[in-house]
């Protein structure tokens, strides 16, 4: 009966892990399709800057893809990018996303595809000012220090207090949290590592953390939150484990 059970576990924890590496097969592969006209892309893990003819500069996050036409208007297919744009009053720079568009005559900002819980983009602003527009005439203008919740389908816009410093610190090679659940910390480490990382105890996603993280090497951010935080980390075949 021990040996029965023994390999029905082992039979389960196989199949466990195959099915895992086919969500992680398959999520790449449906990337690779949003980002495949993409002028400029980054891998799990990478940042990247470019530079855009007309002064304008941007910073690719981690998984993100994004396409440039002319100095002045670019498309975000997927991730995360941040935003310096030079300024041309006669012309606005734009972005597009699938649900909506994002235009300034200068401003820093930051856009993320989020595509999850009925929100479709996050809008953060360092300086300046953005116009948010969507479909059914729907607009909004995003200030300093404010954050735009763009949601699926026809909802209302949402404008909120941000903390730009941090929110972009990305950017700069840190993650910044501030007594932030910890639940909602492994979601934003998750997007820099290969791996899918489950959390076995809601007690734990709970927890406050509080701290600075290199993102310079992403595979060390678990260990780096072993050290400070009660939890054990156990790294498995395209599974991580947090107990």
């Known amino acids: 009966p021990h040996g029965s ?15 895992s590496a086919a969500v992680v097969i398959g999520g790449a592969s449906f990337r690779g399709l949003l980002g495949a006209h ?10 990247r800057s470019v530079n855009l003819a007309g002064g304008s500069n941007l910073w690719l996050n981690t998984d993100t893809a994004l396409s440039v036409d002319g100095e002045r208007r670019a498309t975000l ?10 300024r041309d009053a006669g012309r606005p720079f734009v972005v597009g996303i699938d649900t909506c568009t994002v235009s300034t005559a200068s401003a820093v900002f930051g856009l993320r595809c ?12 360092a300086s300046g000012e953005v116009r948010v527009k969507a479909s059914g005439g729907r607009s909004a203008v995003v200030g300093p220090d404010e954050a ?26 840190k993650l910044i949290f501030n007594r932030r659940p910890f639940g909602a910390v492994v ?10 990382i489950v959390v076995l105890s809601d007690d734990l996603r709970h927890l406050e953390v509080t701290g600075v993280f290199d ?12 050290l400070i ?9 395209f599974v991580t484990l947090i107990s």
Do not use: N, Y
């Open 38 to 47: 993409a002028d400029f892309e980054t891998a799990t893990g990478e940042r």
């Open 5 to 19: 059970l023994a390999l029905s576990r082992r039979h389960f924890l196989a199949g466990g892990l195959a099915a």
């Open 187 to 196: 979601d934003e480490v998750a997007r820099f590592l290969p791996e899918r």
């Open 77 to 86: 297919h997927r991730g995360e990018a941040f935003f310096e744009i030079a």
């Open 215 to 226: 993102l310079d090497r992403p595979e060390e951010l678990l260990p780096a939150m072993e």
């Open 114 to 125: 989020l595509e999850a819980d009925g929100i479709a983009a996050r809008i953060v602003v």
């Open 148 to 173: 735009l919740i763009a949601p699926e389908g026809e909802g209302s816009f949402h404008v909120s207090t941000a903390d730009a410093g941090a929110e972009f610190a990305w950017q700069r090679g």
């Open 229 to 237: 935080l009660p939890i054990r980390v156990t790294r498995l075949p």
